[in-house]
């Protein structure tokens, strides 16, 4: 049987030919591509990592697939319901613990950490969720587009689709009886709203940074690292990438990531930051004309920052423990990080020209005692209005 099967689309609830034709326009041939998705999808009929047929599924990309077009990859994610065999991998998944490096094994299983942490469906994209990806790349890619005459290297959003009822309650069935009460509780709400496929253009398969140690077999920090890592990147083009695209992403307007999407996803955290200097999975991006109290801008501007150090220093080390013990928050690999991190980013911002003035002012150089003062007066300042509450 063949690994992957075209299908038709079902019901196209978003199309990129409508919203963004010039989008679709920059990339030569796209266009021809998405005339061919409209007409049929291909659904890959192993869950399993797999590279046959012009597609793959790298490891733990559960998700989603990649089919090779001359220009990059067309990513599908969220075709996983209409694949057969599903019983043995939610099996699977719920004898699996999920893994965080230097922390140990959490708790949940792989398929109760889903619901439980991520809000997400296991194997499986709400409908929702797939409209929320597509629209937030659309308006990344748009505003990039406008200002500086390019794409932006995260996802184009091609369709999205709606799967039909019956596949939902066949991946429902086979699914639910393996979740606790909670987390079948969550999924069946997000279910509600159907399921979802998400169909994107992105320049090559979207490698995800806390992969690598699956990839390169290695867990980081050996004397291998560095070189098997340069057989599938440059790390100095993806740092230079990374920093160059938050740069742009703040003066659009855009904060990378939301308090509310912590755990379940910023696009600059490791597991969504690609090893070419890309970003995938941008629902987490909000406006900043949308926050307006001092709190809500300095926590996601610095969870920005975060991310990124963790994800630059994850990059080069992997899932190596720092080794000084006595140094855990911050490490001193993390100090390494951050110390050449911040005048970097800062530096790119002016280059770009900040819109928003509270960007310009986050990364302003200001006297120790002040900026110390009012920075942390920025990031609590929700306690002084809760302190008289009895």
Known sequence: MSLIVETPPGEIVWDAGDSAPELVAQVPGLADHLAALRRAVPVAQELRPFEAEGCVRPHRHLRAFYRAIPEGVIAVKGSEPLAPHLQPHFAALSRFRIDYPARGKSLFSALEHFPLIEQKIPLAVALDEAIEDAR???????????????????????????????????????????????????????????????????????????????????????????????????????????????????????????IESIGVGHCLEMKNAVIDGGFVDLGSVQRMEAVTTPQGFAEPMLAAVADLAKTIRHLLRGNAVDVEAEYRNPSLAMLTVLHRLLPALGERVRAHGSADPRVAAFFAPTPAPEGLIDGLAALHSDEASAGGHA
Request: glycine share 8%; charged share 15%.
């Open 136 to 258: 937030a790349a659309e308006a990344v890619q748009s505003a990039h587009f406008a200002r500086f005459g390019d794409l932006a290297r995260v996802p184009l959003p091609l369709l999205v689709l709606r799967w039909p009822d019956a596949a939902v309650e066949r991946h429902l069935a086979a699914m639910v009886p393996l979740l606790s009460g909670r987390a079948r509780r969550i999924v069946e709400t997000q279910a509600a709203g159907g399921f979802g496929a998400f169909v994107y253009y992105y320049p090559s398969v979207p490698l995800r940074v806390a992969h690598l140690p699956a990839i390169l077999g290695l867990n980081g920090g050996e004397p291998e690292w560095r070189p098997r890592l340069a057989a599938l990147a440059d790390p100095a083009v993806a740092i230079e990438r990374w920093i160059d695209l938050v740069a742009q992403l703040l003066v659009l307007g855009f904060l990378p990531g939301s």
